[in-house]
């Protein structure tokens, strides 16, 4: 792991003018959906997710599905997400506005908006890619935070 170095106000006169690359040793993550890993996560929400294990730290993936009928818990949070459908067709409540998609189809969902995530095929399940700011703002100082409806 790469220590990191904390930045302050006084240290502004310290910024450089070039960048070093910091090559990670590590730059894929195969068979994302081929791991239990996330179990715990996916309980939590109430659905499949897989967390792509990547050493960004500015934005994070994760693959979702949702079973035939299924749904995910209403949620929100302080990062933004864009949301990639890959398979099926359904929709998203977020806050009172209902979003159609299907496969191909991209959705924004904004920063703390109550949101939820809808299968609308009985028969086939819908999966998708979620991508997020999470990572920068946990390195901005804890300031990444997710709230699940009661």
């Given at each position: 792991m790469i220590e990191q170095t904390r930045f302050g106000s006084k240290d502004f006169g310290k910024t450089p003018s070039s960048i070093q690359l910091r090559m990670p040793e590590r730059l894929s993550h195969p068979?994302?959906?081929?791991?239990?890993?996330?179990?715990?996560?996916?309980?939590?929400?109430?659905?499949?997710v897989f967390i792509v294990d990547l050493p960004s730290h500015a934005i994070s993936m994760t693959i979702g599905g949702l079973h035939p009928g299924g749904r995910s818990g209403r949620h929100r949070h302080t990062y933004e997400t864009i949301l990639y459908a890959l398979e099926g067709?359904?929709?998203?409540?977020?806050?009172?506005?209902?979003?159609e998609w299907e496969a191909g189809d991209a959705l924004y969902i904004p920063v703390w908006a109550w949101h939820h995530h809808v299968n609308a095929d009985p028969d086939r399940p819908a999966r998708?890619?979620?991508?997020?700011?999470?990572?920068?703002l946990q390195n901005?100082?804890?300031?990444a935070i997710r709230e699940e409806a009661k």
């Amino acid at each position: 792991m790469i220590e990191q170095t904390r930045f302050g106000s006084k240290d502004f006169g310290k910024t450089p003018s070039s960048i070093q690359l910091r090559m990670p040793e590590r730059l894929s993550h195969p068979g994302v959906e081929k791991e239990d890993a996330s179990a715990g996560f996916s309980a939590e929400r109430k659905h499949p997710v897989f967390i792509v294990d990547l050493p960004s730290h500015a934005i994070s993936m994760t693959i979702g599905g949702l079973h035939p009928g299924g749904r995910s818990g209403r949620h929100r949070h302080t990062y933004e997400t864009i949301l990639y459908a890959l398979e099926g067709r359904g929709y998203s409540m977020i806050e009172d506005r209902r979003i159609e998609w299907e496969a191909g189809d991209a959705l924004y969902i904004p920063v703390w908006a109550w949101h939820h995530h809808v299968n609308a095929d009985p028969d086939r399940p819908a999966r998708y890619l979620a991508c997020e700011n999470a990572p920068m703002l946990q390195n901005a100082g804890g300031l990444a935070i997710r709230e699940e409806a009661k």
